[in-house]
């Protein structure tokens, strides 16, 4: 058997004992089913009734113990797809005892990571949904290293993908029908169950049309990290010499075609006077295309999974997405919304079809593929005729299907255009810059002084010392926020100012209790926390 777990060796019947007069251990992260991750002792899995069992005894920990909330909707979702009624996970309750009239207990050895896989066919998918949030939920759990070995439950095949999920452990991943092959009752010596979802950055449109996530967690450093890890594992190197800049022209060859590919290669090469190559994932290995991607200077392609390769781009490389007719770009933003996380350093450039003439439709293909055929003849037309895709939710919109699914004769002047307005010389890479980005710490050691003259003004003369953590930074403009506040009013006066000390006396009055805030602000946007609030009397 090629499923062999382990060769570590346990002692069955001591795990057997322990077992059952321990039961299942169970304690979770994460206040609600979407983002919880629970760490288990001995949860196992009945391969005939293809469910989790938790066994109770005197021993056994369930935190949190939710009662019959567990079930509304589920305790977790097993994939980092944000509530998707088809992904929840849950297991069944027996007495350890019961385990005397049961099949003999297989013991895993391995630490487990027990997910599943959102769609494994599909590359956006198997980047954003799988492989980022298994990088990243087995760093929050140190005991998750590379010989923890990996559970998709999610009961696909292993895929077209498959070789980048093996990446990520030093084991072979296990997938839900392999696991009968084991045997009728398997117990997980220890496992974490669910998905961090804080890499991800896109929702794909289940309960409102797709976009960005509103809470996106994740900068480029963290994805250059993971792929850093992923080249390393594809035995890629990052040339760091200065070779010949070039241009990747990413091509579908099954559908969405660009018609006059040639055409666009041989303009793109003269206007930017580079070298410019095709690759598509139907003649070129993973790593050759990674290779090629890692050091290009623009990456050009039809809006599709295959974009999400961007990801090993170099920083200040250039995406340039091209969408069919009728598809308005603001409305699918995944390769948008990953290009311009904060750090990736990617320009970003997107190109319409808008010429009707320009456009091949296939109104008689299978739904699936964008035909229309099954819908009624009114429909059709209306489909034909229109100008743009409303937005709409997912998953199976005939309208946007028929549309995504077109060919492009791409208009080369247009584009060129297009691509011009975003990168004015040369496309290039650029050397890695680390100084941006950090925040001021609060301000140190604010005073103030009041000073009244007369009945009706006042003068309040506030200090502070610069953030403990500015002495060790070069910051090219640090600039200070104060908001003055009257005790007991909700609004409050706004200054901006370059010194560690400033006289108010605009709008001060005699016999006034005021509040004053401080923070620190580097280079215009990196606005720093307030410093506990002064309490100044006049
Ligand atoms: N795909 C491809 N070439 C093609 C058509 C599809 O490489 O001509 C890949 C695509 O990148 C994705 C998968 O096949 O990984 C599924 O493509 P689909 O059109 O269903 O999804 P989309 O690209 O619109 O997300």
């Known amino acids: 058997q090629s499923q062999e777990l382990s060769q570590v060796q346990i002692d069955y019947h001591a795990a057997l004992q322990a077992l059952v007069e321990d039961g299942t251990r169970m304690a979770c992260t994460g206040r609600i089913h979407t983002d919880r991750i629970c760490r288990f002792e001995s949860l196992c899995y009945s391969t005939e009734a293809e469910e989790f069992v938790f066994f109770h005894s005197n021993a056994s920990v369930m935190l949190p113990n939710l009662g019959s909330r567990r079930f509304q909707p589920a305790l977790l979702d097993l994939s980092s797809v944000e509530d998707h009624n088809t992904q929840y996970f849950n297991f069944v309750e027996l007495p350890a005892a019961a385990l005397k009239f049961m099949p003999k207990p297989v013991f895993v050895p391995d630490v487990a990571l027990i997910t599943n896989r959102f769609n494994p066919d599909n590359l956006m998918h198997v980047f954003h949904d799988d ?56 117990c997980f010596t220890k496992s974490y169950v669910g998905l961090s979802k804080i890499t991800t950055w896109y929702q794909y449109g289940f309960v409102q049309p797709q976009g960005p996530k509103a809470n996106i967690l994740v900068s480029g450093n963290e994805i250059r990290h993971f792929t850093k890890f992923m080249m390393e594992k594809l035995n890629v190197s990052l040339e760091e010499s200065a070779s010949e800049e070039y ?56 809006h599709g999974a295959q974009l999400v390769m961007s990801l090993f781009l170099p920083r200040g490389a250039t995406v340039v997405e091209l969408f069919p007719y009728a598809i308005n770009p603001e409305h699918y933003t995944p390769y948008k919304t990953l290009s311009t996380l904060p750090g990736m350093d990617l320009q970003y450039v997107t190109w319409q079809n808008t010429d009707r003439e320009n456009t091949v439709t296939f109104p008689d293909r299978p739904w699936d593929q964008g035909g229309i055929a099954h819908l009624d003849k009114a429909e059709q037309e209306r489909i034909i005729k229109s100008k743009e895709v409303p937005r709409h939710l997912c998953c199976r919109n005939p309208e946007w299907l028929f549309r995504v699914y077109q060919d492009t004769k791409v208009n080369i002047p247009s584009l060129i255009q297009v691509i011009r307005q975003t990168v004015k010389s040369k496309p290039g890479p650029k050397k890695q810059k680390w100084t941006s980005g950090l925040y001021p710490g609060k301000v140190r050691d604010a005073k103030c002084q009041a000073s009244v003259q007369g009945t009706s003004e006042a003068k309040l003369s506030v200090s502070w010392q610069i953030p403990w953590n500015l002495k060790y930074l070069k910051v090219r403009e640090v600039k200070y926020e104060v908001w003055i506040q009257e005790q007991g009013e909700n609004t409050y006066m706004p200054y901006i100012l370059s010194h560690q000390n400033h006289t108010f006396s605009e709008n001060i009055k005699p016999f006034t209790i005021y509040l004053v805030w401080i923070r620190c602000i580097f280079n215009k946007n990196l606005l720093g926390p307030f410093a506990d609030v002064l309490l100044c009397s006049t």
């Open 247 to 302: 241009i990747v022209v990413f091509s579908r060859t099954i559908n969405r075609l660009i018609l006059n590919e040639a055409e666009l290669i041989l303009a793109l090469a003269q206007e930017f006077q580079m070298k410019t190559i095709t690759v598509s994932i139907e003649d070129h290995s993973f790593s050759h295309i990674v290779r090629l991607i890692s050091n290009a200077s623009m990456l050009v392609s039809m």
């Open 131 to 186: 492989l980022l949030p298994i990088f990243y939920t087995m760093q929050q759990f140190p005991d998750l290293d590379l010989e923890s070995r990996l559970f998709f439950m999610e009961g696909w095949s292993e895929g077209l993908h498959f070789d980048l999920y093996k990446l990520l452990s030093n084991k072979q991943p296990l997938l839900r029908e392999q696991l009968k092959t084991l045997g009728r009752l398997l």
